[in-house]
C-alpha cells in the first residue's frame, strides 16, 4: 500500500517568488492537512481539507493557501516567498477525519533565500 | 500558553530501561491523542493513539490518558538504542476536525 508522496522533496526559492507543493494521500484517504515544522515552532497546523472542501485553517498569513481536487489530492500554495518561509512542509492524510490519527508524507524541505 | 506541552528533554535513559514521555494539554474538549515519533530528518510516525481514560498497550509502548488531570502519558518498555528520537505528542482539537496540537517534542536517548 503505497504512503503519502509529497513532491517535490527538496526546493530552494528566492524571496518573492511563489511555490506550489503537491500531495497524494494513500488511496480511500480523503482527508488532507498540511503543517509546518522548524525548528523554533515545532509542528505548526496550516489547513485541512476534506471532501474538496478546506475544514479548518491555522494562524498563517492569507499567502498560503491551498486546495483539494476530486482525487483527494491536494496542493498548497505559498506566494511572495519570505525568508521565514524556510521550513519542512509536510502532508498527512486520514481514513475519515482525523479520528485515528494521521499518517505523515516525507515532506518538502522548502529553502527561500 | 501553549496548548500541548512537553518535556523538550533530553530524556537519557540507559538500554533496558523505561521511559516515560510526559504531556499535558490546555483544552478540556480534545477527545483524541497521538503519539508521534520522529527521527532526524524524517517525518513523524504515528505510534500510538489513545481516546479513552486509563492504559492502551501496544508492544513495548502503554499511553496513558488521564482527562481529569488533562495529561497524556507514554511509557516505553525495554527501551533500544533503536528508539532514540523525539516524541511528539498531538491533541485532536474540540471542534471535531482534523486539526492536531503538537507538542514541541521530547528527544530520547537510549544508551547502550
Known amino acids: 500500500k503505497a504512503g503519502v508522496t509529497q513532491t517535490p522533496r527538496y526546493l530552494i526559492k528566492t524571496r518573492g517568488q511563489q511555490v506550489t507543493l503537491s500531495c497524494s494521500p494513500i488511496?480511500?484517504?480523503?482527508?488532507v492537512s498540511w503543517y509546518q515544522q522548524t525548528p523554533g515552532q515545532g509542528l505548526q497546523f496550516l489547513f485541512e481539507?476534506?471532501?474538496?472542501?478546506?475544514?479548518n485553517k491555522g494562524n498563517f498569513p492569507g499567502r498560503f493557501s491551498g486546495r483539494q481536487f476530486s482525487n483527494s489530492r491536494s496542493e498548497m500554495n505559498v506566494s511572495t516567498l519570505e525568508l521565514g518561509d524556510s521550513a519542512l512542509y509536510l502532508c498527512?492524510?486520514?481514513?475519515?477525519?482525523?479520528?485515528?490519527?494521521?499518517?505523515f508524507g516525507s515532506g518538502t524541505r522548502l529553502t527561500v533565500v | 500558553q501553549k496548548e500541548v506541552e512537553q518535556n523538550s528533554g533530553p530524556l537519557s535513559v540507559p538500554e533496558g530501561a523505561i521511559a516515560s514521555l510526559n504531556c499535558t494539554y490546555s483544552?478540556?474538549?480534545?477527545?483524541?491523542f497521538f503519539w508521534y515519533r520522529q527521527y532526524s530528518g524524517k517525518s513523524p510516525e504515528l505510534i500510538m493513539s489513545?481516546?479513552?481514560?486509563g492504559d492502551k498497550e501496544d508492544g513495548r509502548f502503554t499511553a496513558q490518558l488521564n482527562k481529569a488531570s488533562q495529561y497524556v502519558s507514554l511509557l516505553i518498555r525495554d527501551s533500544q538504542p533503536s528508539d532514540s528520537a523525539t516524541y511528539l505528542c498531538?491533541?485532536?482539537?474540540?471542534?471535531?476536525?482534523?486539526?492536531?496540537?503538537f507538542g514541541q517534542g521530547t528527544t530520547l536517548q537510549v544508551k547502550p
Open positions: 489513545i481516546y479513552s481514560n
Open positions: 488511496s480511500g484517504h480523503r482527508s
Open positions: 498527512a492524510s486520514s481514513r475519515q477525519d482525523g479520528t485515528y490519527g494521521y499518517t
Open positions: 498531538a491533541a485532536r482539537g474540540s471542534s471535531n476536525t482534523g486539526k492536531l496540537i
Open positions: 483544552d478540556r474538549g480534545s477527545q483524541s
Open positions: 481539507y476534506f471532501s474538496e472542501t478546506q475544514r
